[in-house]
């Protein structure tokens, strides 16, 4: 399976993702500069965290203009995978690529800490892997993930099973109704705020962020 | 417009003494006109030159087999790491811009640092920071400005490291009076590059275009290295638009801009431009280099309109490098610097007449000799005070406290608390490197795209050096090279940041040429040559100056990830061993500071070769599997560490219960004494006796004290007498404190 890893100025976390995704037996995974405006050859897009264009105007909001762009929409309008982790969730709710938001933390900090995720739905291209509510320690690092919808969203959200992942015991960001990540309705497109890249080797105090790599692979 | 004329007010208005303005005068065979006036005051600033402090660095010991660059030579030194690998590291100090705009102080610090790292052609991998501030405990003015500059601090490294993606993986925060009013903020950055690799910063190949890259210049940070060499005053604050402003974003093309750069080949030298700006790297590169530089300033890409070539030459402005590129090779900037929207302009060459030669157009604005600029400011030996004997701390006049309550009163001074409200603003995980979380003896760090371990740590007891520099600078190397040893690391070199007041006067010269050679003596005695740093001097507050705080940052290796120790217990069960003497000595104390007020008395002493035999015992445990966890007792002593060691374990703490005997130690005394070269260790049950009789075997002193539990609870049992804490009690006090004050 080869994936593409979306670099815009300012992502921060595109050698990690490529780090990790390179420790799998049977993924390949390759730069693609956010000028470019072909996925030709690529099975899966992971967009990374980061401070894409700074983070400037609101985050996300400049990177959904980049060329790339149009070809990530043209490839999840295909029924291709997209992985949005981070800066890449916010751009893929920018983008209209998934309902909702990331708004400031609760307390207006930024967050680097592991937190436990609970996995909602186990049924999905992203999850399948995982036993249905496991629990995962898997780091978050964000100033702004606090997950915000209107109530009507967050319904059929909850309705579709697009809640994926939901933060177990502590919220540490405020986000509505504990949500870590969802996938848009038709399960091909995945954004969450937490790292799974960065909990994929055991020096680094947890492994369970293979959990979602797995998954795309099997 | 015209320039002002050169008065003896605008010369002593640019920290120019009559004596220093004869010898511009002779350099130059005429009067310097406003502008090169401008350009020496800068260049030969403390911050630029050292001229106050360069005699005595030069005690330094700046060589060894591992040395590649050293310390001077280019940006920051460079440390072989084995197999074709290096790194460069360095520290620097941005304490008077953060005193009056912390975030946007704190935040150009941590950038200015990150491109004194790439511009050696290393890949940045991590970063570090030391501060220190006034007390945040109080309810007065003083304390709110303390927090309110914290507060910024934190966020603006934060902002900054985050942003750019290069995570602050540890460092140090110290609380004290002597730094109300006027706060450091020492950060460190690490990066990793091939041998083959290293940039150096000279202008080489006459007719080589010159090249300006990077974000445009404005008015920002104007003379700000003149401005760093002065004392703070109530009227500072007038001097913020000395202050650059930072843009991370920028920087972070910048890197990947000039790391592609580098690696196209067509670089013939590469400088950032930092403290004095475009001034500084033109003058420097072409010193370096042997030969002159000649730049018009029409080209210089501006943010602003009107500029005068005084603005253009003195602003600070952030995330600029200045390039001298192979002729033949502008293409290839072009093509880099277009694919990452970032502005360039050629905007000079380099000529063979030695000269910094600044044009307007065809208007000679500044004609300087480059070498006699850059690298012969006078240098000033200044008058040092009398050394006075420091009287060792009378114990009678110390009232022996109640253990009960002094131990929770320790952890909950925020010196010694946790540090978790820090370090959860930054990220400290990007780049899939910190294995150590931040708050154990050092952080560890795993350099993936060289498969090698690092270890590191920054240290300064600011207290010991008030009462003795000398001892309290050796003290600050032993204790950082502890640190590393405790986390499994062999240290291979230091950098320092020697924070001091005004040398113009004769006691804190006298405080800064005593650190200056405890620290060289300690570097000889732990083989860590100093690979460079920075000095700080002129950090007063309106009141007084600050403690002498000589930060020492120690960078070493761990051979194998199984050695990646760190501070916490592990497991209930566990026997708990101390390496090193039971100590004794309470002279500037944090017990003594923290629950008596005192700040008095000499410091511990130490003793080398006992401590480097302490260090060599505590690593062969650690390679031959024994040690679960090692922390040093430092500040708070054994009760501290042990404290800690409890309370550090990640989900619930784990308790203690200890018991010895003394030969007639109080128990303030035995609990809370700071002598030096002690570890903690903790090992299974099963290997006691192993450690024990391993340590006999080196001759190092060692003792069972007790074993980690699984009880709610810490108990120390000194000659006889029981000491009992509830952990939960010990564990609000220490992991609570700052974020409570902070949100108060």
Redesign the interface.
């Given at each position: 399976m080869k994936f593409a890893v979306i670099q815009f100025?300012?992502s921060?976390?595109d050698?990690?993702v490529i780090?990790?995704l390179r420790s799998f037996d049977g993924a390949e995974a390759e730069y693609v500069?956010h000028?470019s405006e072909s996925l030709d050859g690529f099975d899966a897009v992971v967009v990374p965290g980061?401070?894409s264009?700074?983070?400037?105007l609101r985050t996300g909001a400049i990177a959904r203009f980049s060329p790339i762009m149009k070809s990530v929409k043209n490839f999840a309008a295909n029924g291709g995978v997209v992985l949005g982790i981070c800066n890449g969730f916010q751009i893929l709710c920018e983008a209209g690529l998934l309902p909702g938001a990331l708004v400031r933390n609760r307390d207006l900090?930024?967050?680097?800490?592991h937190v436990k995720l609970r996995v909602e739905n186990a049924e999905t291209r992203f999850t399948k892997a995982a036993q249905p509510g496991a629990l995962l320690n898997i780091?978050i690092?964000h100033?702004e993930g606090c997950y915000f919808a209107d109530d009507a969203t967050l319904d059929e959200l909850e309705r579709n099973n697009q809640v994926l992942v939901r933060y177990d015991g502590v919220n540490p960001n405020g986000s509505c109704r504990n949500i870590a990540g969802i996938c848009n309705r038709e399960g091909n497109v995945f954004g969450l705020m937490p790292?799974p890249?960065?909990a994929c080797?055991p020096?680094?105090?947890s492994t369970d962020g293979r959990v979602i790599f797995q998954s795309l692979l099997s | 417009m015209s320039d002002p004329a050169i008065t003896p007010e605008v010369i002593a208005k640019h920290g120019i003494t009559p004596d220093e303005y004869e010898r511009i005068k002779s350099i130059l065979g005429r009067e310097p006109n406003f502008t090169e006036l401008g350009v020496f005051s800068v260049m030969w600033s403390e911050h630029c030159s050292y001229k106050n402090s360069k005699l005595e660095l030069k005690k330094f010991p700046t060589t060894g087999p591992k040395v590649l660059v050293k310390a001077g030579e280019e940006n920051a030194g460079v440390i072989d790491i084995g197999d074709g690998w290096a790194i460069a590291f360095k520290m620097e100090s941005h304490n008077h811009p953060s005193a009056v705009e912390p975030f946007q102080g704190a935040a150009t610090g941590v950038g200015g640092i990150i491109r004194d790292i790439f511009t050696m052609g290393a890949r940045p991998v991590f970063s570090l920071n030391s501060l220190r501030f006034g007390p945040i405990d109080g309810d007065d003015a003083e304390s709110k400005t303390n927090r309110r500059l914290f507060a910024g601090v934190v966020?603006g490294i934060?902002h900054y490291g985050?942003?750019?993606?290069i995570p602050t993986i540890g460092g140090e925060v110290y609380f004290d009076e002597s730094y109300s009013g006027n706060p450091l903020v020492n950060v460190f950055n690490l990066g990793i590059l091939r041998h083959e690799q290293i940039a150096r910063g000279g202008a080489v190949g006459i007719g080589n275009p010159v090249f300006y890259v990077g974000a445009e210049t404005g008015r920002d940070g104007l003379a700000g290295a003149a401005f760093a060499s002065r004392e703070l005053t109530e009227e500072s604050k007038e001097d913020r638009p000395a202050v650059q402003v930072g843009?991370?974003?920028?920087e972070?093309?910048l890197l990947e801009a000039c790391l592609e750069l580098l690696a196209s080949g067509c670089v013939a030298g590469i400088q950032d431009m930092g403290a004095a700006g475009l001034t500084c790297s033109t003058c420097e590169t072409a010193s370096r280099g042997g030969t002159g530089v000649e730049i018009d300033l029409n080209l210089v890409p501006k943010r602003e309109e009107g500029m005068t070539p005084y603005e253009i030459l003195l602003s600070e402005s952030q995330e600029r490098m200045l390039v001298i590129v192979h002729k033949g090779q502008e293409a290839t900037v072009r093509e880099i610097f277009e694919?990452?929207?970032l502005p360039y302009a050629q905007i000079g060459e380099v000529k063979d007449d030695g000269m910094m030669r600044v044009r307007e157009g065809d208007r000679v604005v500044v004609e300087i000799p480059a070498r006699q600029l850059a690298d012969e400011a006078p240098l000033y030996s200044r008058e040092a005070a009398p050394k006075r004997e420091i009287p060792a701390l009378d114990l009678a006049t110390v009232p022996e406290l109640d253990p009960l309550e002094s131990l929770p009163k320790l952890l909950a001074h925020p010196s010694i608390a946790s540090k978790r409200w820090v370090?959860?603003?930054?990220?400290?995980?990007?780049?899939?490197g910190?294995?150590v979380?931040p708050g154990s003896d050092a952080a560890v760090f795993?350099v993936?795209e060289a498969d090698k371990i690092l270890a590191a740590a920054t240290d300064c007891n600011a207290i010991y050096c008030r009462q003795d520099p000398r001892e309290g600078a050796r003290i600050a190397v032993a204790e950082c090279c502890r640190n590393l040893a405790c986390s499994g690391a062999v240290p291979l070199a230091l950098t320092d940041n020697l924070n001091f007041g005004n040398p113009h006067k004769p006691e804190n010269f006298l405080q800064l040429r005593e650190a200056v050679e405890g620290m060289a003596e300690a570097c000889r005695a732990f083989d860590t040559p100093v690979t460079g740093g920075n000095v700080s001097l002129y950090n007063e507050s309106p009141i007084a100056a600050i403690d002498p705080t000589p930060t020492v940052g120690v960078v070493g290796l761990i051979a194998d990830?199984k050695h990646i120790t760190t501070s916490a217990f592990k497991q209930a069960g566990d026997a708990i061993i101390l390496i090193g003497d039971l100590g004794h000595e309470l002279g500037a104390s944090h017990y003594l500071k923290v629950c008596h007020g005192r700040k008095e008395g000499a410091p511990p002493l130490l003793d080398y070769s006992h401590e480097i035999e302490v260090h060599n015992a505590v690593r062969a445990l650690i390679r031959l599997g024994l040690v679960r966890s090692a922390h040093d007792c430092s500040e708070g002593g054994l009760a501290v560490a042990v404290a800690e060691s409890c309370l550090a374990v990640e989900g619930a703490p784990l308790g203690a219960s200890l018991a010895f005997t003394t030969n007639g130690l109080r128990a303030d005394q035995a609990l809370f004494n700071e002598s030096q070269s002690r570890i903690v260790i903790s090992t299974t049950r099963g290997n006691a006796a192993a450690v024990l009789a391993l340590l006999e075997w080196r001759g190092v002193p060692a003792r069972r004290l007790g074993e980690v539990t699984d009880q709610d609870s810490l108990t120390i049992t000194v000659d006889g007498r029981a000491f009992d804490w509830k952990l939960a009690s010990l564990h609000e006090a220490w992991a609570e404190t700052i974020g409570r004050l902070m949100s108060s």
């Open positions: 100025p300012g921060n976390c050698q990690d780090h990790a500069w000028k980061g401070f264009f700074g983070d400037y900090h930024f967050i680097c800490e780091p690092a100033g790292h890249e960065r080797d020096l680094l105090g | 966020s934060a985050n942003c750019i993606g843009d991370p974003f920028r972070k093309l694919k990452w929207d370090w959860r603003q930054y990220d400290h995980m990007v780049r899939l910190a294995t979380l795993v993936r990830p």
